[in-house]
């Protein structure tokens, strides 16, 4: 749908002035007819054969892509655009519809934007379009080029149907409001380029015109096509950017009104307040505002019918007494002595308390002056939260024994409280294969010490056993994580019949905004809560997370702050997110800990803060979104835990299991921290620890130029425990990898050769246990994860490893890749996960191997599959570096599988390819042997 042809004089089509197009649903029919002869059809990639999937269409698509022969009467414009926000945009269709129909334009790395989207759309219609499941979406941004637009009378109608009202426009830098919007929508003749018209907040339409009035043939710097042929617009909505967007807080109730322990219930306390009890309406909601006025404190003593807004100036206390509940489409708690409490570290709340968030994507959001959006369905926290349940004791541990398909018990490893852990209480089991959807929900029936009762019998099987080496001399424990659910206060994000499309949940902000002067920040502590069906898809970023929960320009939180400028969530469960669980963004030194976390949606707990702890928290089953919401191609990986912006968090004891992509997606450790990770654990996963500082690029500081991945079991992932595409020296030690297609697969890169400058890098890897098989019986070791269709078909191999089955040799897990150092990485899209180094370095490079044991590596294995201790990069022949090794012990390997040197790719070994004769073909690919004990003689060499 990128371009089209117009015939001048009548060869290509039969009638002067005629066009061809790709056929659309938003083209006239009227004027259009179908390429009967197939003339101007063709099949998608070639191939006849070729299915929806091979070519990355949707289901709803067909292989062969018709032409249309549009009259003298029609006239099409390409457009193209980038430069978008918010980020969830991306890898997501573009729907245009107009009077005659829709159609659908995918991302693509094409002209004329090389991250965009680029369409053919008809001359004489509006034509509106927004992101395919994303039209929930206001505050956007992007830049577009509209083309053919030489000639007078040129032009093309846009327009966009928001679910909110936008408070911001802005066409080409100049923002306003909609005082300034035409009367009328606008046409040729009665607007000029970029002029635009606003329905009004019923219809919520914008409608802007491009065109070639105003035109001229100034031509760009450094030659070019005349500015003439095409218009350039940056487009921009917002809610609320100024002032006036949320009332002022009422004035303090002032001294002498009954101030302490006013009762929700009493109409004569609310009306010492000049204020009316609020009652529902006849659909049963309190339509209008609800407020606490500042300096009252208000013991909610009953639960109130539902709110559409409550806002929480003084202290509202939820009585514990009995069960209770609140219900609200928006609560804001607003003002350093505001609060909503219930039950305190010390006094926690003995009762069920559910608070209750409603709304879907029609529902009013909240914007705020000088800060991010509320949204809608949201709890904001501007002043202070205090959530304390009721202490569950141990949150989650794991299974002592294999509990095997057809169960309906499991033994677990430690004593759980039975107060909590009982009948009724939801759990979630880890699954400990390759799968990550083998996990399982499931609902206790009973308990009796520490064997557990199951409402049903299992699907699966979840293992619970040690493992030992050959010899004795290590062993490890493969046992599947159980989390408790459940909790007696609840944040839930009511459910309505369209939640599953729209992914629309609860959401707890804990930010700051400024309002006429005053800033106003908040801070949350929240332990033993629930979060019920919490997140809300499609707003990912830094400045608008909508997560479960989210920390945003939070800064610090202080530890036992007599003011209470403190922030922590401990022994939290999160059960079912439509986003994120956790993220923490300019926001330090927050404790998260003893946390359960169960089914997020492209991450699990992201954080771009400073010093934050992450001790003892459970991350079961992170869904990938590029299948979820079956896009088109999508190479980004993130993880279970993200910790990609973060700086010098404290991370032990935590563990990931089935993560669609990354387990944990970071630059590392810092290696002149104080603080020691340690006892982390990542399986069934695609790739344990995946590091990439080159795309998207994050800051290189140079504070850091060190990093270090200590103390990680690893197994279970299918392609990579550690991919490390990095700009720094890496330390790994410590660390057990087990049952994983490469255990380390070293990427180190910077500075280009252009620059000049030498840098010298290395990985050193101490007393690493490498097992490449956990049990070499068990040949369910390779079969493939549900998700492992979208790295064949949609991102063509791009994302997995590459090295099985390489070159029709049976290859099979590899513990260590040898090196590649290299000037820069691999682009996006490109095989870039082992991809071919695209840059000569200036980097000296040494892998140095130090007191590791590599174990279960041989021939002959699951369909005949060869494994390998130590193996070269399949892809990489020129930028093989020296291993240095020393220490180095193998219990069961083959003298064949302790190292092994793939052949060299044919088409690289020929002069056209060679830059520093003679040509390479793995001529590079050396190890030192130190002590000989690789060699197997005890004979140092190479």
């Known amino acids: 749908m990128a371009g089209h042809f117009h015939d001048l004089d009548g060869t290509l089509c039969g009638s002067a002035d005629c066009k061809v197009v790709q056929k659309r649903d938003i083209y006239d029919p009227a004027h259009c007819a179908d390429d009967t002869d197939d003339e101007f059809s063709h099949i998608w990639a070639g191939k006849t054969d070729s299915t929806w999937l091979d070519v990355g269409l949707t289901e709803n698509e067909t292989v062969k892509l018709d032409g ?19 980020s969830s945009l991306q890898f997501n269709d573009v729907v245009w519809h107009n009077e005659f ?27 509106y379009f927004f992101w395919n499941t994303l039209d929930h979406i206001t505050n956007i941004t992007y830049d577009l080029s509209a083309f053919q637009l030489a000639d007078e009378g040129d032009h093309l109608i846009l327009a966009h149907n928001f679910t909110q009202t936008p ?185 069920n308390f559910d608070l209750i968030l409603m709304g879907n994507h029609e529902t009013e959001d909240q914007p705020l002056p000088d800060g991010p959006n509320l949204g809608a369905k949201a709890l904001g926290v501007f002043g ?101 659910l459940s909790r007696n206060i609840r944040i839930i994000g009511q459910s309505y019949p369209e939640i599953g499309e729209e992914q629309f949940g609860a959401r707890v902000l804990v930010s700051k ?22 997140g809300q898809e499609g707003w990912t970023d830094a400045f608008d997370p909508r997560y479960a929960l989210a920390f945003l320009n939070h800064e610090d939180s202080v530890d036992n702050d007599e003011y209470n400028k403190e922030s922590y969530v401990k022994k939290c469960a999160f059960n079912y997110n439509y986003n994120a669980a956790i993220g923490t963004f300019n926001t330090n030194n927050v404790l998260i800990e003893d946390n359960v976390v169960f089914r997020t949606m492209e991450y699990g707990v992201r954080d771009e803060g400073i010093g934050n702890r992450f001790l003892h928290n459970l991350v079961v089953l992170t869904r990938f979104v590029g299948i979820h919401k079956d896009q088109r191609q999508n190479f980004f990986k993130r993880g279970c835990f993200y910790f990609k912006e973060s700086l010098d968090p404290e991370f032990k004891d935590n563990a990931a299991a089935g993560c669609e992509r990354a387990g944990f997606a970071g630059t590392g450790h810092i290696c002149s921290s104080s603080k020691r990770w340690s006892n982390n654990v990542i399986h069934t996963v695609q790739d344990g620890i995946f590091t990439n500082t080159y795309n998207p690029p994050v800051e290189v500081r140079e504070d850091k130029d060190c990093v270090v991945f200590r103390g990680f079991f690893v197994y279970k992932a299918y392609d990579y425990a550690f991919y490390l595409l990095t700009h720094d020296t890496v330390e790994m030690e410590d660390n057990i990898i087990v049952d994983s297609g490469v255990g380390i697969h070293p990427f180190l890169i910077r500075p280009k050769a252009t620059t000049h400058n030498l840098e010298e890098k290395h990985l050193r890897i101490n007393n690493t246990l490498f097992v490449g098989r956990n049990d070499p019986s068990q040949c369910d070791t390779d079969a493939e994860p549900s998700y492992l269709w979208f790295d064949k078909e949609r991102n063509n191999g791009g994302t997995m490893w590459p090295g099985r089955n390489w070159k029709g040799y049976a290859t099979g897990h590899a513990g260590l890749l040898w090196p590649i150092f ?110 000989g004990e690789i060699i197997g003689d005890g004979i140092p060499g190479t």
Not at 901 to 921: A, F, T, Y
């Open 513 to 534: 905004f400024t309002q006429d002067g005053t800033e106003y920040r908040g801070y949350a502590k929240i332990s033993n809560v629930e979060f019920v069906r919490g």
């Open 822 to 931: 290299s000037g820069i990485g691999v682009p996006l899209g490109k095989p870039w996960v082992n991809g071919k180094p695209k840059s000569f370095p200036l980097l000296t490079g040494q892998v140095y191997l130090n007191d590791n044991t590599f174990a279960n590596f041989n021939p002959g294995q699951c369909d005949g599959q060869f494994d390998s201790a130590i193996r070269t990069n399949p892809r990489g022949d020129d930028m093989q570096f020296p291993i240095i090794s020393t220490g180095t012990k193998f219990v069961n390997v083959a003298e064949s599988s302790r190292v092994w040197m793939d052949r060299p790719i044919m088409k690289l070994v020929v002069n056209e390819h060679c830059v520093d004769m003679h040509c390479d073909g793995l001529k590079k690919a050396l190890l030192i042997d130190t002590d």
């Open 68 to 86: 249309y022969v549009c009259d003298s009467t029609m006239k099409f414009h390409t457009v193209g655009f980038n430069h978008y926000a918010p």
């Open 384 to 484: 202070k939260l205090q959530l304390h349940g009721l202490d569950v004791g141990r949150t989650w541990t794991r299974l002592a024994q294999d509990a095997m398909a057809g169960d309906n018990t499991i033994v677990l490893s430690e004593s759980v409280d039975p107060t909590y852990w009982t009948t009724g209480a939801e759990i979630i089991i880890a699954p400990t294969g390759f799968e990550p959807m083998e996990k399982e929900k499931m609902t206790i029936a009973s308990i009796d010490g520490n064997t557990i009762t199951l409402n049903d019998t299992l699907q699966f099987t979840h293992l619970g056993s040690e493992y030992s080496l050959e010899d004795g001399s290590r062993s490890w424990n493969i046992s599947a994580e159980v989390g408790l």
């Open 167 to 351: 408070d911001v426009f802005t066409f080409n830098g100049e923002a306003t409001n909609s005082s300034v919007a035409l009367s009328e929508p606008p046409t040729y003749d009665t607007a000029g380029n970029t002029e635009w018209f606003w329905s009004g907040n019923e219809t919520k339409e914008v409608i802007y015109i491009l065109s070639n009035k105003d035109k001229t043939t100034r031509r760009k710097r450094g030659g070019g096509m005349p500015n003439e042929l095409h218009r350039d617009i940056h487009f921009q909505v917002y809610r609320c950017l100024y002032d006036g967007c949320l009332p002022p807080p009422p004035p303090t109730v002032p001294a002498g009104r009954p101030l302490e322990f006013l009762n929700w219930s009493s109409e004569d306390d609310w009306a010492s307040l000049d204020l009316t009890k609020p009652v529902a309406g006849a659909d049963g909601i309190v339509e209008e505002w609800v407020t606490i006025p500042p300096g009252v404190w208000m013991v909610m003593d009953e639960s109130p019918p539902p709110m559409v807004r409550l806002m929480i100036y003084g202290v509202l206390e939820v009585a514990d007494e009995m069960d209770m509940s609140l219900s609200a489409e928006i609560i804001m708690i607003q003002g350093e002595t505001a609060q909503l409490v219930a039950g305190t570290a010390d006094v926690p709340y003995q009762h």
């Open 101 to 127: 129909g829709s159609s659908m334009t995918p991302w693509r790395k094409k002209p004329p934007f090389k991250d965009g989207w680029t369409a053919v759309l008809p001359e004489g219609t509006t034509n």
